[in-house]
């Protein structure tokens, strides 16, 4: 069990408590950011920080903390933790009350708190050492302000669930229009002859970090050519690679969905290509 940070104090985890009254355990009421940490050495933690100030005023929490506290807070958390492989959690709920009404609060802290958890070693661009998903579809059930890094995850933890039980490790999601949005807790993207494909943002999928980071070094990179665009799911069954990013996994090839091989069935040339790039220039941002 390793130390987390609560309010101000770093405690070990299993001493930190919440009141029932702190409206994110009543009402999912606050936002969150998960910071992938490699022997010490933070991914992202600048556009993880920018998603953070965005996700506390879209909800209206005034949180007055210093430019420096959150480095601060992660880099002790990173010598508390062992410095390994960690997913740094950061966690701010609108606070506790003492009556259980929607309305916000006036005059109360918000909460802040924070843990590491070990993750697994970032992938290797290798497509041997590469570990494929296959994965569930589903209509997208989520509310309409998915951009939003909410800790109210009931929709997800449902759509991630419905994957699991077919034995699956993620589901992709689909809108009304037969449009993929994302996964329940990545992005996605899709390769069709030769061209990186990923949907455009907006209300329907989280800006992941991930997703930033690997479409920034593709289009600098320039070799391999990109586009944001709606993707339908007859695209994504006829796509030559499907692959899921997020924070802890980097890019994931996906080989089957739904029970149907992606391609060939194999991890692709493409998922290579833009893995090492991602290998090599993560730690720049
Ligand atoms: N989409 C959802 C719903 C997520 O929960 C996550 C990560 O948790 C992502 C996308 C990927 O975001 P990131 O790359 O910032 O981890």
Known sequence: ???????????????????????????????????????????GFKPHMERMKHGLSAIGIPLDWSQQQWPDLCHRLIEENGSGNLGLYLHIS?????????????????????YAFEIAPPPIADKAMAKPYSVSTARDMRWERRHIKSTALLGNVLHFQYGLERGHGETLLYNADNE??????????????????TPPLDHQKL?????FMLLDMLRK?????????????DE?????????????????????????PVGNGQVGDIWLAAQTLYSANKFNY
Not at 221 to 233: F, K, L, N, W, Y
């Open 94 to 114: 609108r606070g506790t009350d003492s009556s259980r009404s929607h309305g916000f609060p006036k005059a109360v802290d918000p909460t802040v708190f924070a």
């Open 236 to 260: 994504v069954a006829g796509a030559d690679e499907v692959w899921i990013t997020s924070s802890s996994k980097e890019i994931v090839p996906v080989t089957e969905v739904d029970g149907v």
């Open 180 to 197: 993929l949005t994302e996964a329940s807790a990545c992005n996605v993207f899709v390769v069709k002859n030769g061209t990186v494909l």
């Open 1 to 43: 069990m390793g130390i987390a940070f609560l309010n101000g104090s770093f405690l070990p985890i299993e001493q930190a408590k919440i009141s029932p009254m702190d409206r994110g355990f009543l009402f999912g009421d606050g936002i969150y950011e998960v910071v992938p940490s490699y022997q010490g050495k933070m991914v």
């Open 207 to 211: 800006p992941g970090i991930t997703r």
């Open 221 to 233: 990179d320039g070799r391999i050519p990109v586009e944001e665009r709606a993707i339908t799911m």
